[in-house]
């Protein structure tokens, strides 16, 4: 008899015990489509082929399970580039964590308590900000792209921007300085040539036009040999004489020099504030290690217009935003608290020596009976995010030998969670730098699982 014909229905199987706990989690009217689909599937089969209510109930909690699967999962990061733009870039600090759940439900985000009456979103976090910056005033947009749009479309809105074309650069996705400004409502206006800019240059371009100077830092790539540009003391100095705003667009953001010591040289966001620019502008996900967003401080009537601008509407900032924003500022109140509970300045920071005693202890053996090798290696890490470009960081980690890289790579990728390396000469290559505390351990155990699975395939 075709087995077809003994297949369950519906009514019959939404009865069931095992489906009952289904219903509770995807909801009914999920649940009777993933059993529709796999009724619809076992009658599509060939009659021969024995098909039951086992067959049915599992290819429907198949489908469940699958559809259920976010599109946004949490990642594991072994390739050592620590601000990883496709993963995210820095992972946030418990307590920015524990402040975005919280900031989750009801929350006086634009509700002052004292008084009861309506607030303002961006009133949270610009005290803050102020005391860490010795700024004026501030103001915190949903991404720094959008903090030096405001800043040019309130400024220099149809009028000159003067910005160096050393310093017209791409940033992530295609985007670019030049076209933002355009579509800010600035004129562009080019300054020097790629690799040397002078003062003279500004000065000889400042008219009754020009509505901003704009300096942006160069943090994705480096101009070196005959190279120049003015220092930002000379810029400050013109453009004060000249009653012109100068904006410091800082990218990547580190607060102080002092949080990275033995790194490159480069400006601050304090650094730059206190040599007298009128705003600056710096991303909160990149080397403050907070969440995204996009941070304006700097002098208080400018911010003030800033507030005041139309265009803050569509860039504004959601509340969980705010929540762990104001978690990490608080936590660089004690530099030393900063580095250590801050994750992304933690393993910025963290010794090459500690890092490959991690890698030892979490070293694990490959599955018995293949070809594959695993052992502890040197490896070198990247900031990632646009910072600090070809500075590499000693690291340590684990090279697996013996296998398709790429094959491997791919396994490890649709492990849970996924699990992203590196291929170095045909060996795949997890760094532990990225990987901290429990972390390790997960990637160990997906690594085996991997291995497992190429093995079953005849490649391990």
Not at 53 to 69: P, T
Not at 323 to 338: H, I, K, N, Q, S
Request: proline share 6%; glycine share 12%.
């Amino acid at each position: 008899m075709d087995s077809r014909r003994r297949l369950p229905s519906m009514d019959s199987l939404l009865k069931r015990p095992e489906v009952r706990p289904w219903i509770d989690r995807y909801g009914r009217e999920t649940v009777k489509g993933a059993l529709r689909g796999a009724l619809d599937g076992a009658r599509a089969e060939p009659g021969g082929r024995p098909y039951g209510l086992n067959d049915v109930l599992a290819a429907a909690e198949a489908a469940l399970v699958n559809a259920a699967r976010p599109s946004l999962e949490r990642t594991l990061n072994g390739t050592g580039v620590i601000l990883h733009t496709n993963l995210g870039r820095a992972p946030l600090a418990d307590a920015a964590r524990r402040a975005q759940a919280e900031a989750a439900g009801y929350g006086n985000v634009e509700l002052t308590l004292e008084t009861g009456r309506r607030g303002s979103r961006y009133d949270h976090c610009a005290d803050l900000l102020c005391e860490l910056t010795g700024a004026g005033a501030a103001i915190v947009t949903n991404n720094n792209a959008a903090a030096v749009a405001l800043v040019v479309n309130e400024l220099a809105r149809d009028r000159e921007v003067l910005v160096s074309r050393g310093e017209l650069v791409e940033i992530g996705g295609s985007f670019r300085i030049p076209d933002v400004v355009a579509r800010s409502g600035g004129r562009l206006r080019e300054i020097g040539t790629t690799n040397r800019t002078r003062v003279a240059d500004y000065e000889a371009a400042v008219g009754g036009d020009t509505g901003l100077i704009l300096r942006v830092h160069p943090s994705n790539y480096r101009v070196e040999g005959f190279a120049a540009r003015p220092r930002l003391e000379a810029l400050v100095a013109l453009a004060k004489g000249r009653g012109i705003p100068l904006a410091h667009d800082l990218g990547s953001g580190l607060l102080d020099a002092g949080l990275l010591p033995g790194f490159p040289p480069g400006p601050t966001v304090r650094g730059s504030l206190a040599a007298g620019v009128d705003l600056a502008t710096w991303s909160g996900d990149k080397l403050l290690g907070g969440p995204q967003a996009g941070i304006i401080a700097g002098d208080a009537a400018l911010v003030a217009r800033l507030r005041r601008n139309p265009l803050l509407r569509a860039f504004r900032v959601d509340k969980t935003t705010l929540a762990a924003l104001e978690a990490t500022l608080m936590l660089y109140r004690d530099p030393d608290l900063a580095v250590r509970r801050i994750p992304a300045l933690r393993m910025l920071r963290e010794p090459v020596e500690a890092v490959e005693a991690r890698a030892a202890a979490s070293l694990f053996e490959p599955p018995s009976g293949g070809h594959a090798r695993v052992e502890v290696t040197r490896t070198e890490a990247m900031v990632g995010g646009g910072a600090f470009p070809g500075f590499a960081i000693p690291s340590a980690g684990w090279a697996v030998s013996g296998v398709d890289a790429e094959r491997l790579a791919a396994a490890c990728r649709a492990g849970d969670p996924p699990l992203l390396g590196r291929i170095e000469r045909a060996t795949f290559v997890v760094d532990l730098r990225t990987l901290p505390g429990e972390d390790a351990a997960r990637a160990a155990a997906i690594v085996r699982r991997a291995l497992r699975q190429l093995a079953r395939e005849g490649d391990g």
